[in-house]
């Protein structure tokens, strides 16, 4: 088996990005979408695959965006299609809650293998990474019978009204969509770029601060859940300093609190590990994966400890398409495709060329004020020239110039002022160098 499309693997520009059909596409989106639902770069594509999007326009762009985190595996890998394929002309559709199948007991079999610990597990799925997250708080709190749960500065965690009040940043993601949910409180994160005192002592200070206010603030026999992304993702790709989470997971452990892993962007090889937790050691009591789980169908899951998972009451766990038959095929192509080929090193390696290359153009432009990342998910962030003052302007300039170019980039960090980089896992060699070429020229260019 392999991954490799019949798509030409090229960079190819035909017409200005965005083309006349793409533009003509974009004028009936206006008409007919709500205007809520934004775009990056309006380009409409019409097949893609390895690293590259192919548009109506016949342009070929290289994409470093995977969908956000999720076409790990590429857009059409060759086990998701078929197995997907399969699935999809046995039947669509019974739900799991009425009449089961298998794909669903396999992908959470395979979920509870693959996930951090060796403990007994158990898993649900669903379909939206907010809502595994608002099912791990439910569960949690059916579990400890408590009410409280504890988020951090720059987290990211979903667009529902629970996940909307554990999610950090307010433009767009939560402005004029209150009231949230009560008994969400937020605490400071490890980011070693930003914080006051240096980076060295970012972790011990850090951690520090979040068990005082949790113990002030909420008292921790209130604290059901702890939640954190292991790599923060929408918040700008923030890796807490090394001891911070582990500091947590053990005040967590110490105070009977479900310690739960938001690892929805970080999971499923994009880190270099199947899950950025493993880096650390870290086990967490929960975790939330979609994303990179199904090769670019929808699907999401909480995995984790049996006693936990198995505490919210029957009937009390699930939804009409979560696990849907063709997303548990897809996912089980996807799990297949990353151990076949290795994903894992495939991600790492394309750490080291992306770091080595972009800690060099750090050197040459005083714009960059940080490279950070691990694996197949790297960030720069931008900086006014000689301070750390965010620069957003500049981070826009950036991205732009990059889509105009035909390679797309993704913009995120609470002060907007980060370039994210997401190339699917499986993107060729000569592809990733060309689009760091195109970043590089973009930075010269501003």
Known sequence: MSAVTPLPQERRLVTAIPGPKSQELQARKLGAVAAGVGTTLPVYVTRAGGGVLEDVDGNSLIDFGSGIAVTNVGNSAEAVVAKASEQLAAFTHTCFMVTPYEGYVAVAEQLNELTPGDHEKRTALFNSGAEAVENAVKIA???????????????????????????AKNMPYKQGFGPFAPEVYRVPVAYPYRWLTGAENCAAEAAAQAIDLINKQIGAENVAAIVIEPIQ??????????????????????????????????????TGQWFACDDEGIVPDLITTAKGIAGGLPLAAVTGR???????????????????????AAALGSIETMKELDLNAKAQHIGEVMLTRLRAMAEKFDVIGDVRGRG???????????????????????????????????????????????????????????????????????
């Open 233 to 270: 993702g929408e918040g700008g790709f923030i890796e807490p300093a090394k001891g911070f989470l582990p500091a947590i997971v053990e005040y967590a452990k110490a105070n009977g609190i479900v310690f739960v892993a938001d690892e929805i962007q970080t999971g499923f090889c994009r």
């Open 306 to 328: 049996a006693e936990i998972m198995d505490a919210a009451h029957a009937g009390g766990l699930g939804g009409t398409y979560g696990g849907n038959p063709v997303a548990c």
């Open 376 to 446: 197949a998910m790297i960030a720069v962030e931008l900086v006014k020239p000689g301070s750390k003052d965010p620069n957003p302007e500049v981070t826009a300039a950036i991205a732009k110039a990059c889509h105009n170019e035909g390679l797309v980039v993704l913009t995120a960090g609470t002060y907007g002022n980060v370039l994210r980089f997401l190339p699917p896992l499986v993107i060729p060699e000569h592809l990733l160098a060309e689009g760091l070429d195109i970043i590089e020229n973009a930075f010269a260019a501003v």
């Open 141 to 167: 709190r059916s579990y400890t019978k408590r009410t409280a749960v504890v988020v951090f500065d720059h987290g990211y965690h979903g667009r529902t009204n629970l996940t909307m009040g554990m999610t």
